[in-house]
């Protein structure tokens, strides 16, 4: 990631499969590099996790509240804010089991329709 970071510059970078835990600090992520970090860190077993990295001085963000699913995926949402039109990036990682768990799909379904319901209400645009 730090190559990309310092190769590409990008201005949003939306990462799954982090692997991140208590114990990786954001400043342990970004080093040196002029981003702010939105992450969701899968807590009961190794592995999983999102984040959503976006450039200090280029992209404004706001985190976006969503219903969280621990056992079920990682979520993590951001709205650009202050720029012409707003944007919603939303990084999702689930788990290799919930492909025949009833409930996990439930909750992908519901996820996707509370974030349809939310860009509705706005007008953004989808990435």
């Given at each position: 990631m730090h190559y990309l970071l310092s190769s590409e510059s990008p201005d949003i970078v939306?990462?799954?499969?982090t692997?991140?835990?208590c114990e990786i600090t954001d400043s342990c992520v970004l080093s040196n590099y002029p981003y702010n970090i939105n992450r969701s860190d899968r807590i009961h077993f190794p592995g999983g996790g999102v984040c959503i990295l976006n450039k200090r001085d280029s992209v404004n963000v706001v985190a976006v509240s969503v219903p969280q699913h621990v056992d079920c995926?990682?979520?993590?949402?951001?709205?650009t804010v202050g720029g012409?039109?707003?944007?919603?990036?939303?990084?999702v990682c689930r788990p290799p089991s919930?492909?025949?768990?009833?409930?996990?799909?439930?909750?992908v379904r519901d996820l996707i329709k509370y974030c349809l319901n939310k860009l509705c209400s706005v007008d953004y645009t989808v990435v």
């Open positions: 939306c990462v799954s499969e692997w991140f835990n995926f990682d979520i993590r949402a951001v709205d012409a039109t707003p944007v919603r990036f939303i990084t919930s492909d025949t768990d009833i409930d996990a799909v439930a909750a």
